[in-house]
């Protein structure tokens, strides 16, 4: 990605998060994940940005993040 297309997707995952705040109030948090290259997990190859709502008690340890899977 550029660095216009890098700061476009940083305003993008402000915009969706905070419309995603809005509309869901039980939403508190949010993971960002992006898988880079095959052996990382992406079977696409091309840039794509994942944006995981949380909320509170959703994960029994948040502190590792998600990790193969999606909640």
Known sequence: MTSKERND???LLRIMRNRISMTD???NG?????NCVK??????LHAYIH??????GD???????VQGHYL
């Open 9 to 11: 997707a940083e305003d």
């Open 25 to 27: 109030s039980s939403v």
């Open 51 to 56: 944006l995981i709502p949380r909320r509170k």
């Open 59 to 65: 994960a029994t340890n948040p502190m590792a993040g």
């Open 39 to 44: 052996s990382a997990g992406q079977t696409i």
């Open 30 to 34: 949010s993971n960002v994940g992006v």
